[in-house]
């Protein structure tokens, strides 16, 4: 069975640093990988995905995420962060009969001023 | 109106008590999901319907009841609940029932309390 790992439970960065959050996935074949935001009191929302083609994705609001096969891996990052980017961020795999997503168990992000 | 839209946002509900989660979506999906996040733990499945049948119950115990009248719908009804079912309930839709490539759109869900 899949399953999604983001090692990091709570990060904390200064505004305006650099952000890399990691996530690691068990999967047969070839993943779709998706990533989250949730603001306090929201549902998620979808920053990002991988099915096919270019390893490097852009997302919305300044992301971009990087899918390593080698590593099992499809870290989000950003270059400068904003305080208004502080949230919880979940990395998701789709399951192998499309029915489903699994997701991590989220790293809390908060910024510095 | 558009997107996912959850009703009520918060419920606080007694154990003996008897309620129901609602779950609209503007977007023409043609599948729809329940998840329960509770605090410390990752998101879990609890049910997903394809085309107003339920294709997943993921072990979820009777005391959830899901109904999908329409593709735009989709309800949990609740009875006789535990304090540990306290927690925040998600309702998400995708295109169809693969989750294809386009993820899921998620709604602000409901935040539950059983006293």
């Known amino acids: 069975a899949q399953s999604v790992t983001q090692p990091d439970i709570h990060i904390t960065v200064s505004e305006g640093a650099s952000l890399e959050l990691r996530c690691n996935y068990s999967y047969g074949a070839t993943p779709y990988l998706f990533w989250y935001v949730q603001s306090p009191g929201q549902g998620l929302q979808l920053l990002l995905k991988y099915f096919s083609g270019d390893t490097l994705v852009q997302g919305i609001k300044g992301f971009e995420a990087e899918f390593k096969r080698s590593q099992s891996s499809f870290n989000l990052r950003k270059p400068s962060v904003h305080w208004s980017d502080a949230a919880e961020y979940f990395c998701a795999v789709r399951n192998n009969a499309g029915n489903m997503l699994t997701f991590g168990g989220g790293t809390r992000l908060m910024v510095k001023p | 109106e558009t997107g996912v839209t959850q009703t009520p946002r918060h419920l606080v509900m007694g154990m003996t008590n008897k309620k129901s989660l609602k779950c609209e979506q503007h977007?023409?999906?043609?599948?729809m999901y329940w998840y329960k996040q509770s605090a410390k733990k990752p998101l879990e499945l609890m049910f997903v319907?394809?085309?107003?049948?339920?294709?997943e119950n993921n072990s979820v115990p009777s005391r959830f009841s899901p109904e999908c009248p329409n593709s735009s719908h989709l309800f949990l009804h609740l009875h006789t609940l535990q304090p540990e079912d306290s927690a925040l309930y998600l309702c998400?839709?995708?295109?169809?029932?693969?989750?294809?490539?386009?993820?899921?759109?998620f709604g602000s869900g409901t935040r539950l309390t059983v006293v």
């Open positions: 319907y394809s085309l107003e049948e339920r294709v």
């Open positions: 998400a839709s995708s295109q169809d029932h693969t989750a294809g490539r386009h993820g899921y759109t």
């Open positions: 977007l023409g999906h043609n599948a």
